[in-house]
């Protein structure tokens, strides 16, 4: 880790104090990571001693974007993309598993989680570029080179790419991935009560004190107030967040979300945020992408139908936004008092 990350954690540390004999408390520590903010917050009596914990666990993010960032040349999603058309390549079994998931989810959400997107995404200019709506002939050409059917893949660390062109991203998936390695990462040093979170990616250990869920907020996407619904989130579960807010572009009067349709090459419309519970957090981050995709009508059927995902979608309306609530989530999630006025919660 280098010296501006240690003097950051340093500062978490120092402000909170480390006597021994303190009372258990929350206490974060913070990392620049994936290109985003993550932290790491344990419930501990000695913030020093959970110290090391808290870095092995940012160790954790710094590995996972080594591997999977399509920011660099060195990653090996980069060798990936670069020699994955010549020949079928022995890939990192992480980075197999995590496309073996993402091929997985390509085929319950209906195509709409798609990582082969990367040619349109880099087309947009939301990947290494200037944001920009192109041509209709461009996005043609882009979804040439996209599907999930290009991508052959043998379990567990074989692939291949069927056509010259073809190029994966994960990032819709590989930070919820990281969530993951992160809480475990805090299990095998010992922690039984945190909170692990990645840019609303999350995963809960334990509960904090007096609590017997940790809770959480799901943000306002359009920024109106830091959070429309809070809702609890108990030991062992995962949950995440995706929304056309953070990354977007203006042109002609209107707004284009980063969150593209890999079936049509054009950003998705219908709802501006979708949260998702789920067994993992790579399966959350996974499916709240797909979710945005699939629009209000389809994600709706589709969540109520699995036993193992849980959706909170929201959709802008008049005269507030509408906050779709899945049912089995009744009691365990409240609107804000400051979002009275500006959204309402229904469950579906």
Same mark, same amino acid.
């Given at each position: 880790m280098d010296a501006t990350r240690s003097i950051a954690l340093l500062f978490v540390i120092l402000s909170v104090g480390s006597s021994p004999a303190a009372a258990q408390r929350k206490v974060a520590y913070?990392?620049?990571?994936?290109?985003?903010?993550? =932290?790491? =917050?344990i419930v501990t009596g000695d913030s020093l001693a959970s110290l090391p914990a808290a870095r092995a666990a940012h160790g954790e993010w710094l590995r996972v %974007?080594?591997?999977?960032?399509?920011?660099?040349? =060195?990653?090996?999603?980069?060798?990936?993309n670069r020699d994955a058309a010549a020949e079928s390549l022995a890939i990192d079994p992480e980075v197999g598993r995590v496309i073996e998931t993402a091929l997985r989810i390509h085929g319950e959400?209906?195509?709409?989680? %798609?990582?082969t997107i990367e040619p349109v995404v880099r087309l947009w200019g939301f990947l290494g570029g200037s944001p920009r709506v192109p041509a209709d002939e461009e996005i043609r050409r882009a979804l040439a080179l996209t599907g999930a059917e290009r991508v052959e893949f043998d379990p567990p660390d074989r692939v291949f790419f069927r056509k010259e062109g073809v190029r994966i991203d994960l990032g819709g998936i590989a930070k919820g991935y990281g969530v993951d390695r992160a809480a475990a990462s805090l299990r095998e040093n010992g922690v039984t009560c945190a909170l692990v979170d990645l840019s609303g990616n999350m995963t809960a250990l334990g509960s904090p004190p007096g609590r017997e869920a940790w809770v959480v907020g799901v943000r306002d996407p359009r920024d109106r107030i830091p959070s429309l619904v809070r809702l609890e989130l108990p030991g062992?579960?995962?949950?995440?967040?995706?929304g056309n807010y953070e990354i977007f572009l203006s042109h002609g009067g209107k707004t284009y979300g980063h969150i593209? %349709?890999?079936?049509?090459?054009?950003?998705?419309?219908?709802?501006?945020?979708?949260?998702?519970l789920a067994p993992s957090a790579m399966?959350?981050?996974?499916?709240? =992408?797909?979710?945005?995709?699939?629009?209000? %009508?389809?994600a709706k059927s589709l969540a109520s139908g699995r036993a193992d995902l849980s959706g909170i979608f929201i959709e802008p309306g008049q005269p507030g936004d509408v906050i779709?609530?899945?049912?089995?989530l009744r009691g365990t999630v409240e609107i804000e008092p400051a979002a009275e006025g500006v959204a309402r919660i229904v469950f579906f």
């Open positions: 913070s990392i620049r990571t994936m290109g985003t903010q993550g =932290t790491v =917050t %974007d080594s591997l999977m960032s399509n920011w660099t040349r =060195t990653s090996e999603v980069a060798r990936i959400s209906r195509g709409a989680f %798609d990582i062992g579960g995962s949950i995440a967040t995706s593209l %349709d890999p079936r049509t090459g054009w950003p998705a419309e219908g709802l501006i945020s979708a949260t998702v399966e959350a981050d996974a499916w709240a =992408t797909a979710f945005i995709v699939l629009g209000p %009508d389809e779709w609530v899945e049912t089995v």
